[in-house]
């Protein structure tokens, strides 16, 4: 039933690690919960790995905040929608823009609304994935206010931030380091409350009995929503082992693009050039690496294509081969490296 919870992973806000948010939770008796630290995602992979141990069902999603005001909260249906909600999170960050008030059109997302947030928005429609959340402290408040009438609306938003008056004192000290100021002089609305924390499974049931339907609507939500990552023994590696359709064509391909290269660094290619190609080429097809290198030029030629900045850098620029097809500047036969550096039959 909880749907915005917080680690330390919410930067100069949080308190404890996403494996305590998990075992509070299964003390409390809670079977899912959902991980949605503030601007970050950080701990999320972890939080799923984790939450089998903890036999708890894992929901992930962003806290959507511009510091301490909190303007709604994503949850990733699932893993298109913990992509779509990254990629969001990913476009405000790279060009430092401030997080909107209204969330976007989400197609595998669905948001929740602080109650409070409604009340000042005055928003009066919502889409079928939008959500007004209320916390334990806001039901006195929801049963004199018009948004009562949303029955089809209303799930629990039971923040879950400190566990402890200890934690609460260690996140005012984040928060005043966060606002490059005195604990003393501190606003209290910089800080979360001291009731935003973990209930148990039957407290929550009775602070929500005369809202019977809150609790059906957060269910009903968190049974929508299905995250799954690969782990251990169970991971499908996503690295690509071919560039090609076969690891012969890869290997005719690396050879080409050396080929076509060899003339542009070297005018006239002595001995000692042409041998040490013939290595590194051997080498690379011996130990499986004609991808790597084929897989990087691409990205260098993109980059190149596009104007980008971008440079071949630490052992890599061993390679004569990386600097003949274009991915170091750095030659490795006027300088005297070592291509054994970067790649050898020794290391694996």
């Known amino acids: 039933m909880y749907i915005n919870c917080h680690t330390y992973y919410s930067l100069r806000f949080g308190t404890f690690s996403e494996v305590d948010l998990l075992q509070l939770a299964q003390e409390n008796g809670i079977s899912t919960l959902a991980l949605t630290d503030i601007n970050n995602t950080s701990a999320c992979l972890n939080f799923i790995r984790q939450a ?6 894992p929901v992930v999603g962003i806290d959507f905040r511009s510091g301490a005001q909190q303007h709604f909260v994503g949850i990733a249906k699932n893993n298109a929608g913990f992509k779509e909600l990254n990629r969001f999170l990913s476009l405000h960050s790279e060009r430092k823009l401030k997080c909107p008030e ?19 928005m005055n928003k009066t429609s919502f889409s079928d994935s939008e959500y007004i959340g209320v916390s334990v402290e806001e039901l006195r408040k929801l049963r004199f206010s018009k948004l009562n009438t949303y029955t089809d609306k209303l799930v629990v938003l039971q923040p879950v931030t400190v566990r402890s008056q200890k934690d609460f004192n260690a996140h005012r000290l984040l ?35 005369d809202f019977p339907h809150i609790l059906e609507n957060t269910k009903q939500l968190l049974e929508r929503c299905s995250i799954h990552f690969n782990f251990g023994a169970e991971r499908q590696s996503q690295n690509l082992k071919l560039y090609t359709k076969s690891f012969e064509d890869d290997c005719q391909l690396l050879e080409r693009l050396c080929q076509q290269g060899l003339k542009k660094r070297y005018k006239n290619p002595s001995e000692t050039v042409l041998q040490r190609l013939k290595t590194e080429l051997d080498t ?15 990205i260098v030629s993109y980059a190149k294509s596009q104007g980008y900045f971008h440079v071949g850098r630490g052992s890599g620029a061993n390679s004569i081969v990386a600097y003949i097809i274009g991915i170091t500047d750095v030659d490795p036969i006027e300088l005297d490296l070592y291509f054994e550096r970067f790649i050898n039959p020794f290391r694996a």
Not at 180 to 186: D, E, H, M, R, Y
Not at 194 to 204: F, N, V
């Open 52 to 57: 089998k141990v903890y036999n708890i069902k």
């Open 102 to 120: 209204t969330a976007p059109a989400f197609n595998d997302s669905f948001v929740i609304y602080p109650f409070e947030k409604v009340l000042q």
């Open 175 to 209: 928060r005043a380091i966060d606002n490059n100021t005195l604990l003393s002089k501190l606003c209290p609305t910089e800080e979360c409350k001291i009731t935003d924390k973990m209930l148990s499974a039957e407290a929550l049931q009775d602070a929500f009995k």
């Open 284 to 298: 690379i097809k011996a130990m499986d690496f004609v991808s790597f290198f084929l897989i990087n030029h691409d």
